[in-house]
């Protein structure tokens, strides 16, 4: 803003005028606005482009005010007799001129609204009227419109006008595209023989120049430049010139005046497309077209000659480009798995595995641009899925649940889609205790498990993809199963029978009971214990090895609680796992103590007194002794005998029974009295 038309409020930027503008003067006003923030170092700054529109504010002029043209009587209906020239600065409708006469004094005269030629309607000065003055009007089509007026007076002239100008000059011109405005192009030359203003020619355009891109001095034929020639909008221009003498009538020549528009590098080549997007197997053999990218350039020749080239960048010299057609191939064989995506991009936006493709133009300077390109390699399946490890043990206790997850199998696959999906299977026997979930991999158990039915499982895991070719993972897995607390001990008889001598020392082994756990571990550890029936602790256990053994020294004739015949007497054994909680059964033994002959038969009384008569036959029952022996058995199986008192054998004594008889007569008078010893053994 070199002239201070404009201001700006500093605070809040609204930019307003501060003085006139004049369209005609300046029609594009660029400000370069520029913040700052505070008193820091650091702005920003923008352009603001203004344009200045248009005001019919320019009546159009004429170079002169007033003219005046000679013509002759002989002059036929139709002949051009004056051009009228008007100039309008304004732009656009404001400045489209339109001519007409605006106060006829005959009806001889017409004029062109768009050209200014007046030509006669009919012949002139026949009626004696030697001049005629018309007021020739120049009127915008602004709104509202303005108007000039010139004054020609047109008078009769003797001398004919008998010769055409005659154009000298080339009907051929050229002119560079960056041409400033008000360059000369061209020189219009044309002569004409005829002398005085019969003779003078002036220089129209009557065609050709509707966009206003030249400007013909009438005068001295020097045809300039208007406006900025742009050879990509129009390379040649026909531009209809007429040559006309000032004679009267006046007499034109026209000429068609071809101008070519050369061209200078300054269209910058264009792709096609800013994005690029394609496609590659991968695995194929160098030289595999991927795509053609293509620019056009609106220059011409070799400005528009357009070389293709890949930048040099990471991932660059995998492919080839033709220079000439822009054909991208591929340089070596891709991988898709180490590189999926080529990013190929403009300059400013390299990075990993980014390429940079530039097309540049033949021109001097040379003009070039950039393009981006989205190149995918498509996947082959290559590649086998993996797994992580190529075997697995873990353990597991044998309290799961069916349909429990003991492990997740993952197995990668490099490929992509189908090619990459994996699916899981289960090639060795599992006895029916596992199974794969195909998708995910997860191992889960499809029935009970026992330890002790079977501890350990081995079997492979596969891992497939979609390929029927391709070689298959496989991973060895190992389950332990871990021993849970689900077996109670069991005795081997849940009834003992034992037998032990009376008598015998402390700590005599009676019995030995075992008891088994298919448990493991502290689990499948057994202790014994004497749950019942060991109120006087007369009996120990080996809570290790099962082994029954006295506590204290065992008399049969006190012990009748552990006779036979004594069942309700009996040792009830507890045999009891470690786990937690601990399982446990019982088993019952009945321990007979053996009886040894250790105590003499006891007669029932010391001494027997019977008093029989001496009359009583041979025979008779006398008596019976009676003799009991704690012992058992045979030990207490009695015999009976008269170790003394029978010497003469009055008596017979039953040896089972004790009885004693009568076996000789009885003579009070002889033997009032007879002392038996009898022994009980």
């Known amino acids: ?62 170079p002169t005010k007033s003219d005046r043209v000679t013509i002759s009587h002989t002059q036929p209906p139709g002949t051009a007799v004056y051009i009228a020239r008007a100039e309008d600065k304004d732009s656009g409708l404001n400045g489209a001129i339109k001519y007409s006469i605006a106060s006829k004094q005959s009806n001889a005269f017409s004029i062109d609204p768009s050209l200014g030629v007046v030509n006669l309607t009919r012949t002139v000065f026949a009626e004696k009227q030697q001049e005629y003055t018309l007021h020739i009007a120049a009127e915008d089509c602004g709104s509202p419109p303005l108007t000039s007026l010139l004054i020609s007076a047109v008078s009769n002239y003797t001398d004919i006008n008998d010769n055409s100008p005659s154009f000298m000059s080339s009907p051929l011109s050229y002119v560079m595209e960056d041409v400033e405005v008000g360059l000369l192009v061209h020189h219009i030359i044309a002569t004409d023989p005829d002398e005085g203003r019969n003779g003078q020619v002036t220089y129209h355009i009557l065609s050709g120049n509707e966009n206003k891109a030249f400007v013909l001095d009438k005068i001295t034929g020097l045809l300039t430049t208007a406006r900025l020639l742009d050879h990509e909008v129009q390379e040649c221009y026909s531009l209809t010139v007429m040559a006309l003498d000032d004679g009267s009538p006046a007499l034109s020549a026209t000429q068609v005046l071809t101008i070519v528009v050369l061209d200078v590098n300054d269209e910058t080549p264009v792709f096609l497309k800013h994005l690029y997007e394609t496609a590659v197997r991968e695995n194929q053999d160098p030289g595999q077209f991927v795509i053609r990218v293509e620019a056009v350039d609106r220059d011409a020749g070799l400005n528009s000659l357009l070389h293709y080239e890949i930048l040099p960048g990471p991932g660059y010299e995998k492919f080839k480009m033709n220079s000439d057609s822009g054909e991208l191939v591929t340089a070596a064989s891709l991988d898709r798995e180490t590189q999926e995506v080529f990013s190929i991009k403009d300059r400013e936006d390299i990075s990993n595995f980014t390429l940079v493709i530039e097309c540049h133009d033949l021109g001097s300077p040379s003009r070039s641009s950039t393009a981006q390109l989205h190149l995918t390699v498509l996947d082959e399946n290559d590649h086998s899925p993996l797994f992580a490890k190529t075997q697995y043990q873990i353990s597991v206790t044998e309290d799961l649940e069916e349909g429990s997850a003991v492990l997740d199998l993952s197995a990668s696959d490099e490929d992509a889609g189908l090619n990459g999906e994996v699916t899981y299977s289960l090639i060795d026997d599992t006895y029916g205790a596992f199974a794969i979930d195909s998708v995910t991999g997860s191992i889960v158990t499809t029935k009970a498990l026992d330890r002790e039915t079977k501890s350990q499982y081995t079997f492979r895991a596969v891992a497939s993809d979609c390929s029927t070719h391709s070689p298959r993972s496989t991973t ?50 057994t202790e014994y214990s004497i749950l019942s029936g060991n109120e006087n602790a007369t009996f120990l256990i080996d809570s290790a090895r099962g082994i029954l053994t006295t506590n204290t020294g065992l008399d049969y004739e006190n012990t009748s609680s552990y006779r036979e015949t004594a069942s309700s007497h009996q040792l009830v054994l507890l045999a009891s796992d470690r786990g937690t909680p601990s ?92 002392t038996l010893v009898i022994q009980a053994t």
């Open 583 to 674: 399982l446990n059964s019982t088993a019952t033994v009945l321990i007979t103590v053996l009886d040894v002959n250790d105590n003499p038969p006891v007669f029932s009384s010391p001494e027997y007194r019977v008093h029989v008569k001496e009359s009583i036959p041979i025979g008779s029952h006398i008596t019976e002794v009676s003799a009991k022996d704690c012992d058992a058995g045979t030990n207490a199986e009695i015999t009976y005998a008269i170790i003394s008192g029978n010497d003469r054998g009055h008596f017979c004594l039953d040896g089972r029974t004790g009885s004693v008889n009568l076996t000789q007569t009885l003579d009070y008078e002889d033997t009032m009295k007879f």
């Open 476 to 525: 060895v897995m190992t389950i332990l199963i871990q021993d849970v607390n689900d077996n109670v001990p069991k005795f081997e008889q849940s009834y003992y029978k034992a037998s032990v001598w009376e008598g015998q020392s402390p700590k005599t082994d009676v019995i030995q009971v075992f008891a088994t756990d298919l448990d493991s571990g502290l689990n499948g550890e």
């Open 1 to 62: 803003d070199p002239h201070g038309k404009f201001s700006i409020d500093p605070q809040f930027g609204i930019i307003r005028t501060k003085k006139q503008l004049d369209h005609e003067a300046q029609s594009v006003v660029v400000l370069t606005v520029q913040s700052q923030l505070g008193n820091s170092r650091v702005y920003s700054s923008t352009q603001v482009n203004i344009s200045v529109t248009d005001v019919n504010d320019n009546p159009p002029v004429f």
